[in-house]
């Protein structure tokens, strides 16, 4: 299929599937995707989208940046823009606690789940210790792997109190998501970022080379009352996440 058959509006663009830069963004993700636009080749200009999608250059220009945000687009001055031959790089900011699913869909990105483990367990002592858990309590855990678009990005490992998540079965998609429909979503966060070098378990999984690069976070999420809600432990790609945080100058 050519660029031009595949970007042809009527095969994608929805009256009601959102802003019209989103769903570009998404229609020409798919297209790194699915191969129609290989890596390091150029990418039609604007123009030519704009006349092949009847979308104005700015709704063109939008979706580019925002994929040249996510690193799946490089932009080079004088030579236009070229499908990137590497990760997509992601920024993920450390001033705002969301869901892996809330961040992906801001993104126009689809995110998916491939589930390693769910149910109800004997805590670890790392588990008893974060979670403040009497030493005979059970645990609900979930620990999945996570993917952006079909690529592998995360692998998560959430353990929460039995009274805040009763029945891990219950979720689905986004664990954060049920914890608000119960009225227990986590108001704040203490996060700890570490590099590391991928086991080989946990390379296979993220489709790295074994010691590849990698960033473990742990998290320690609160109830507005102050009690803990979630201990997450996960893996990140090194080559995908970059995270960003804005610091202010603190004056006396």
């Known amino acids: 299929m ?19 830069y989103v769903q570009l963004r998404k229609r020409l993700s798919d297209g790194v995707e699915q191969g129609v636009l290989q890596p390091g080749s150029p990418l039609p200009p604007e123009r030519e989208i704009a006349n092949i ?8 220009r939008k979706a580019i940046q925002a994929l040249a945000d996510d690193g799946v687009i490089i932009q080079k001055q004088g030579s236009g823009s070229f499908v990137s031959s ?18 992906m869909s801001r993104r126009g990105m689809s995110s998916a789940s491939q589930w390693l483990e769910r149910g109800l367990f004997m805590p670890s002592p ?24 079909g690529q592998p990005m995360a692998i998560e490992r959430a353990s929460l109190p039995t009274d805040i998540l009763p029945n891990p079965l219950i979720v689905e998609t986004s664990l954060y998501e049920v914890l608000e429909a119960s009225g227990l979503l986590p108001v704040r966060a203490l996060q700890k970022i570490s ?3 991928l086991g080989t378990q946990d390379a296979m999984l993220l489709q790295v080379e074994p010691r590849a690069a990698g960033l473990r976070i742990e998290r320690t999420s609160y109830l507005a009352d102050g009690r803990v809600a979630e201990f997450t432990q ?8 970059n995270f960003v945080a804005e610091l202010r100058l603190a004056r006396e």
């Open 2 to 20: 050519s660029v031009a058959e595949f970007l042809a509006p009527e095969n994608w663009l929805l009256t009601d599937g959102g802003p019209r």
């Open 53 to 60: 999608t009847d979308l104005s250059r700015v709704t063109v």
């Open 86 to 103: 590497q990760t997509p790089q992601i920024e993920q900011s450390l001033s705002r606690l969301t869901s892996f699913s809330e961040d």
């Open 126 to 149: 790392d588990e008893v210790l974060a979670l403040a858990l009497a030493p005979d309590a059970s645990v609900a855990r979930l620990a999945r792997l996570r993917t952006a678009d």
């Open 195 to 197: 590099a590391i070098n």
């Open 234 to 241: 996960s893996i990140y790609r090194g080559d995908a996440y």
